[in-house]
Protein backbone atom coordinates (compact mmCIF):
# COMPACT_ATOMS: atom_id res chain seq x y z
CA UNK A 1 0.00 0.00 0.00
CA UNK A 2 1.44 3.23 -0.94
CA UNK A 3 2.36 5.46 2.44
CA UNK A 4 0.94 9.46 1.96
CA UNK A 5 3.92 11.73 1.38
CA UNK A 6 3.09 13.47 4.29
CA UNK A 7 2.91 11.21 6.43
CA UNK A 8 6.46 9.96 5.08
CA UNK A 9 7.41 13.51 5.96
CA UNK A 10 5.99 13.39 9.35
CA UNK A 11 7.56 9.78 10.37
CA UNK A 12 11.00 11.93 9.23
CA UNK A 13 10.71 14.36 11.52
CA UNK A 14 8.98 12.10 14.34
CA UNK A 15 11.82 12.17 16.72
CA UNK A 16 12.75 16.22 16.68
CA UNK A 17 9.17 17.13 17.64
CA UNK A 18 8.29 18.44 20.45
CA UNK A 19 5.64 16.11 22.95
CA UNK A 20 2.60 18.43 21.83
CA UNK A 21 3.32 18.25 18.20
CA UNK A 22 4.22 14.22 18.35
CA UNK A 23 0.25 14.01 20.42
CA UNK A 24 -1.61 15.89 16.49
CA UNK A 25 1.38 13.78 14.74
CA UNK A 26 0.15 10.40 16.26
CA UNK A 27 -3.29 11.71 15.89
CA UNK A 28 -2.94 12.38 12.08
CA UNK A 29 -0.96 9.29 11.68
CA UNK A 30 -4.01 6.95 13.16
CA UNK A 31 -6.87 9.05 11.63
CA UNK A 32 -6.11 10.09 8.35
CA UNK A 33 -9.86 9.99 7.00
CA UNK A 34 -11.09 12.10 10.02
CA UNK A 35 -8.55 14.92 10.20
CA UNK A 36 -9.34 15.59 6.31
CA UNK A 37 -12.46 17.11 7.98
CA UNK A 38 -11.48 19.27 11.21
CA UNK A 39 -10.69 22.55 11.03
CA UNK A 40 -7.22 23.59 12.79
CA UNK A 41 -9.34 24.16 16.26
CA UNK A 42 -10.98 20.66 16.34
CA UNK A 43 -7.46 19.08 15.87
CA UNK A 44 -5.98 20.83 18.07
CA UNK A 45 -9.46 20.23 20.67
CA UNK A 46 -9.18 16.41 19.89
CA UNK A 47 -5.07 16.43 20.39
CA UNK A 48 -5.36 18.61 23.90
CA UNK A 49 -2.59 21.31 22.28
CA UNK A 50 -3.15 24.68 20.99
CA UNK A 51 -3.83 26.05 17.16
CA UNK A 52 -0.04 27.26 16.87
CA UNK A 53 1.14 23.78 17.72
CA UNK A 54 -0.71 22.31 15.02
CA UNK A 55 0.18 25.29 12.52
CA UNK A 56 3.74 24.77 14.00
CA UNK A 57 3.58 20.70 13.23
CA UNK A 58 2.62 21.38 9.71
CA UNK A 59 5.27 23.83 8.79
CA UNK A 60 8.13 21.60 10.33
CA UNK A 61 7.00 18.76 7.41
CA UNK A 62 7.48 21.23 4.67
CA UNK A 63 3.96 22.81 4.38
CA UNK A 64 3.25 26.32 4.69
CA UNK A 65 0.10 25.76 7.05
CA UNK A 66 -2.81 23.36 8.07
CA UNK A 67 -4.65 23.84 5.25
CA UNK A 68 -2.01 23.24 2.59
CA UNK A 69 -1.30 20.07 4.58
CA UNK A 70 -4.52 19.09 4.73
CA UNK A 71 -5.19 19.24 0.52
CA UNK A 72 -2.15 17.64 0.15
CA UNK A 73 -3.26 14.61 2.30
CA UNK A 74 -6.19 14.25 0.52
CA UNK A 75 -4.83 14.84 -2.90
CA UNK A 76 -2.67 11.28 -1.61
CA UNK A 77 -5.35 9.17 -0.22
CA UNK A 78 -7.03 9.06 -2.95
CA UNK A 79 -4.35 8.17 -5.21
CA UNK A 80 -4.19 4.81 -6.70
CA UNK A 81 -2.25 1.97 -3.69
CA UNK A 82 -0.19 0.45 -6.60
CA UNK A 83 3.26 0.52 -4.62
CA UNK A 84 3.51 -2.56 -2.27
CA UNK A 85 5.96 -2.53 0.57
CA UNK A 86 6.41 -6.51 1.13
CA UNK A 87 9.05 -8.34 2.66
CA UNK A 88 11.05 -10.94 0.99
CA UNK A 89 10.01 -14.47 2.00
CA UNK A 90 11.63 -17.89 1.99
CA UNK A 91 10.08 -19.57 -1.01
CA UNK A 92 9.31 -16.15 -2.92
CA UNK A 93 10.30 -17.05 -6.68
CA UNK A 94 13.07 -14.81 -8.72
CA UNK A 95 10.25 -13.11 -10.53
CA UNK A 96 8.94 -12.01 -7.34
CA UNK A 97 11.80 -11.12 -5.72
CA UNK A 98 12.94 -9.01 -8.69
CA UNK A 99 9.08 -7.09 -8.07
CA UNK A 100 9.67 -6.41 -4.45
CA UNK A 101 13.49 -4.94 -4.65
CA UNK A 102 12.50 -2.78 -7.85
CA UNK A 103 9.44 -1.40 -5.98
CA UNK A 104 11.27 -0.89 -2.96
CA UNK A 105 13.77 1.09 -4.71
CA UNK A 106 11.51 2.62 -6.81
CA UNK A 107 9.33 3.67 -3.31
CA UNK A 108 12.48 4.91 -1.80
CA UNK A 109 12.60 7.76 -4.49
CA UNK A 110 9.00 8.45 -4.08
CA UNK A 111 9.46 8.97 -0.23
CA UNK A 112 12.40 10.83 -0.51
CA UNK A 113 10.85 13.69 -2.38
CA UNK A 114 8.82 14.27 -0.01
CA UNK A 115 11.27 14.65 3.02
CA UNK A 116 14.07 16.48 0.83
CA UNK A 117 13.36 20.11 0.93
CA UNK A 118 13.18 22.42 -2.20
CA UNK A 119 15.56 24.96 0.48
CA UNK A 120 18.06 23.05 1.75
CA UNK A 121 18.42 21.65 -2.14
CA UNK A 122 18.74 25.47 -3.49
CA UNK A 123 21.56 26.44 -0.73
CA UNK A 124 23.55 22.92 -2.04
CA UNK A 125 23.81 23.72 -5.24
CA UNK A 126 24.55 27.56 -5.01
CA UNK A 127 27.46 27.00 -2.26
CA UNK A 128 28.91 23.95 -4.44
CA UNK A 129 28.88 25.96 -7.57
CA UNK A 130 30.64 29.04 -5.97
CA UNK A 131 32.31 26.72 -3.89
CA UNK A 132 36.56 27.44 -4.17
CA UNK A 133 37.22 23.63 -3.35
CA UNK A 134 34.58 21.18 -2.13
CA UNK A 135 35.83 17.43 -0.54
CA UNK A 136 33.27 14.57 -0.63
CA UNK A 137 33.69 12.20 2.59
CA UNK A 138 32.38 8.85 2.81
CA UNK A 139 33.32 5.70 4.75
CA UNK A 140 32.11 2.02 3.87
CA UNK A 141 29.22 1.54 1.61
CA UNK A 142 29.20 5.73 1.10
CA UNK A 143 32.51 5.63 -0.02
CA UNK A 144 31.60 4.66 -3.80
CA UNK A 145 28.69 7.29 -3.74
CA UNK A 146 31.69 10.10 -2.87
CA UNK A 147 33.27 8.80 -5.76
CA UNK A 148 30.48 9.34 -7.66
CA UNK A 149 29.76 13.03 -6.90
CA UNK A 150 33.70 13.16 -7.50
CA UNK A 151 33.20 11.82 -10.39
CA UNK A 152 29.89 14.24 -11.32
CA UNK A 153 31.67 18.15 -10.03
CA UNK A 154 34.99 16.97 -11.55
CA UNK A 155 33.27 16.57 -14.97
CA UNK A 156 32.12 20.51 -14.30
CA UNK A 157 35.24 21.44 -13.94
CA UNK A 158 35.48 22.00 -10.09
CA UNK A 159 37.76 21.87 -7.44
CA UNK A 160 37.19 18.56 -5.57
CA UNK A 161 38.40 15.31 -4.32
CA UNK A 162 37.24 12.12 -2.08
CA UNK A 163 37.99 10.85 0.76
CA UNK A 164 37.34 7.83 2.58
CA UNK A 165 40.59 6.99 4.88
CA UNK A 166 39.57 8.49 8.34
CA UNK A 167 43.17 10.12 9.05
CA UNK A 168 43.51 11.95 5.26
CA UNK A 169 39.57 13.50 5.80
CA UNK A 170 40.71 14.84 9.37
CA UNK A 171 44.15 16.35 8.07
CA UNK A 172 42.01 17.65 5.12
CA UNK A 173 39.43 18.88 6.44
CA UNK A 174 41.34 20.71 8.82
CA UNK A 175 42.71 22.99 6.07
CA UNK A 176 39.48 23.93 4.77
CA UNK A 177 38.05 27.65 4.91
CA UNK A 178 35.53 30.20 4.49
CA UNK A 179 34.44 29.80 0.62
CA UNK A 180 35.05 25.84 0.79
CA UNK A 181 32.45 23.45 0.91
CA UNK A 182 32.26 20.04 3.04
CA UNK A 183 30.09 17.44 1.88
CA UNK A 184 29.66 14.55 4.07
CA UNK A 185 27.63 11.16 2.81
CA UNK A 186 26.16 9.06 5.82
CA UNK A 187 23.44 6.45 5.84
CA UNK A 188 22.98 6.17 9.44
CA UNK A 189 24.53 9.46 9.99
CA UNK A 190 26.69 8.24 12.80
CA UNK A 191 29.84 7.82 11.31
CA UNK A 192 32.83 9.30 13.53
CA UNK A 193 34.94 9.78 10.96
CA UNK A 194 32.91 11.74 8.60
CA UNK A 195 30.95 13.47 11.55
CA UNK A 196 34.65 14.39 12.89
CA UNK A 197 35.77 15.88 9.17
CA UNK A 198 32.33 17.70 8.71
CA UNK A 199 32.57 19.49 12.37
CA UNK A 200 36.56 20.20 11.58
CA UNK A 201 35.16 22.14 8.19
CA UNK A 202 32.70 24.00 10.10
CA UNK A 203 34.58 25.04 12.71
CA UNK A 204 37.19 26.68 9.93
CA UNK A 205 34.12 28.60 8.63
CA UNK A 206 33.78 26.24 5.16
CA UNK A 207 30.22 25.29 4.42
CA UNK A 208 29.18 21.90 5.15
CA UNK A 209 26.43 19.68 3.71
CA UNK A 210 25.11 16.30 4.84
CA UNK A 211 23.09 13.45 2.90
CA UNK A 212 21.62 11.16 5.70
CA UNK A 213 18.87 9.25 6.40
CA UNK A 214 18.53 10.18 10.26
CA UNK A 215 17.18 13.78 10.76
CA UNK A 216 18.53 13.71 14.49
CA UNK A 217 22.01 11.72 13.42
CA UNK A 218 25.02 13.09 14.94
CA UNK A 219 25.78 14.47 11.48
CA UNK A 220 22.96 16.47 11.03
CA UNK A 221 24.75 18.76 14.37
CA UNK A 222 27.73 19.85 12.26
CA UNK A 223 25.86 20.28 9.05
CA UNK A 224 24.74 23.60 7.78
CA UNK A 225 22.50 22.33 5.12
CA UNK A 226 20.77 18.64 5.44
CA UNK A 227 19.89 16.58 2.47
CA UNK A 228 17.49 13.85 3.67
CA UNK A 229 16.36 10.32 2.02
CA UNK A 230 14.17 7.81 3.17
CA UNK A 231 13.40 3.86 2.69
CA UNK A 232 11.78 1.54 4.12
CA UNK A 233 13.31 -1.54 5.45
CA UNK A 234 12.13 -5.31 4.24
CA UNK A 235 13.73 -8.33 5.15
CA UNK A 236 17.01 -9.76 3.42
CA UNK A 237 17.37 -5.93 2.95
CA UNK A 238 18.17 -3.05 5.14
CA UNK A 239 16.72 0.38 4.29
CA UNK A 240 20.23 1.26 3.19
CA UNK A 241 20.16 -0.60 -0.12
CA UNK A 242 17.04 1.20 -1.09
CA UNK A 243 18.20 4.81 0.52
CA UNK A 244 21.78 4.26 -1.46
CA UNK A 245 19.22 4.93 -4.48
CA UNK A 246 17.80 7.88 -3.15
CA UNK A 247 21.70 8.95 -2.14
CA UNK A 248 22.70 8.82 -6.00
CA UNK A 249 19.50 10.86 -6.77
CA UNK A 250 20.16 13.35 -4.57
CA UNK A 251 24.06 13.68 -6.04
CA UNK A 252 22.64 13.96 -9.62
CA UNK A 253 20.13 16.12 -8.80
CA UNK A 254 23.18 18.29 -7.27
CA UNK A 255 24.97 17.77 -10.24
CA UNK A 256 22.39 19.16 -12.65
CA UNK A 257 21.45 21.95 -10.57
CA UNK A 258 25.26 23.36 -10.37
CA UNK A 259 25.73 22.61 -14.47
CA UNK A 260 22.47 24.53 -14.86
CA UNK A 261 23.73 27.62 -12.41
CA UNK A 262 26.45 28.58 -14.54
CA UNK A 263 25.65 26.67 -18.02
CA UNK A 264 27.97 27.37 -20.92
CA UNK A 265 30.79 26.67 -18.85
CA UNK A 266 29.57 23.63 -17.53
CA UNK A 267 28.84 22.58 -21.80
CA UNK A 268 32.21 23.65 -22.59
CA UNK A 269 34.16 21.79 -19.24
CA UNK A 270 32.06 18.88 -20.38
CA UNK A 271 32.84 18.59 -23.54
CA UNK A 272 36.47 19.11 -22.38
CA UNK A 273 36.41 16.11 -20.52
CA UNK A 274 35.00 13.63 -22.59
CA UNK A 275 37.33 14.60 -25.22
CA UNK A 276 40.48 13.97 -22.73
CA UNK A 277 38.80 10.24 -22.32
CA UNK A 278 37.55 9.45 -26.08
CA UNK A 279 41.01 7.81 -27.20
CA UNK A 280 40.50 5.36 -24.20
CA UNK A 281 38.01 3.88 -25.89
CA UNK A 282 37.19 1.13 -28.45
Excluded: W
Amino acid sequence: MKVPGSFVRIQGTYSSLRTAEQRVADFILKHPDELIYLTVTELAEKTNTSESTVVRLCQKIGYKGYQEFKIMLARDLVEPTNAIYAAIEPGDSLQTIKTKVFQANAQALRDTIEVLTDAELELAVKAIATARRVEVYGVGGSNPLALDAYHKFLKLGIAVVALSDGDMMAMSSSLLQKGDVALGISHTGASRDVTDALSNAQRNGATTICITHRSTSPITKVSDIKLFTAAKQTAFRSDASSSRIAQLTIIDTLYVGVALSGYDNSVEMIRRTREATANKRY
